[in-house]
């Protein structure tokens, strides 16, 4: 009894007969926007190729007048298809937060996990997500109803984990 559970980072607290980590006991970093908010990043392109045993999938973003693409490679297996979208999204995330060649990267954006769940009489995508920024690191979690291509709602859920930093972090 009071053993962590997995994480390395669990506490000895307990609430509800589970553990606490250090990420929900953790304050949520504060990120000012002075007032204005940065541009909302809306879904431009999701394009999933197969090659026999390869997929391929482009994430193409649109933040105001600023275009980003994310990339990833991986097996053609239906699960990690799902997982591939997240990663694919999460590196035009990146581009987004990469600074200009004078600025630092603001943050970089790496997916643990990706997965379309049963909930109810419907299915949920939800992607958990490591946002590293400026020193520090969050995790955060986005979901999104499926809604016909659970593809697209894999990557509208990761956009869903990182929205408000993301808008904090583009200002």
């Not at 909930?119 to 992607?127: S, Y």
């Not at 955060?140 to 990761?158: N, Y």
């Amino acid at each position: 009894a009071g053993l962590a559970t997995g994480s390395p980072a669990t506490l000895g607290s307990s609430y509800s007969g589970g553990q606490m980590t250090t990420t929900e006991t953790a304050p949520s970093r504060p990120l000012d926007t002075g007032g204005a908010p940065g541009p909302r990043v809306v879904i431009d392109h999701v394009q999933v190729s197969t090659f026999g045993l390869d997929a391929n999938v482009e994430v193409r973003l649109l933040a105001d007048q600023e275009t980003a693409s994310g990339y990833a490679t991986g097996p053609a297996v239906d699960g990690y298809v799902l997982r591939l979208c997240a990663v694919a999204a999460a590196a035009a995330v990146d581009q987004l937060l990469r600074g200009g060649e004078q600025e630092p990267d603001r943050g970089r954006c790496f997916v643990e996990h990706a997965a379309v769940v049963p909930f109810g009489n419907c299915e949920v995508a939800t992607v958990v997500v490591l946002l590293v920024c400026d020193g520090w690191v969050e995790q955060l979690a986005g979901s999104a109803l499926v809604a016909g291509d659970p593809r697209q709602a894999v990557v509208r859920a990761t956009l869903a984990a990182v929205n408000r930093r993301l808008e904090a972090l583009l200002a």
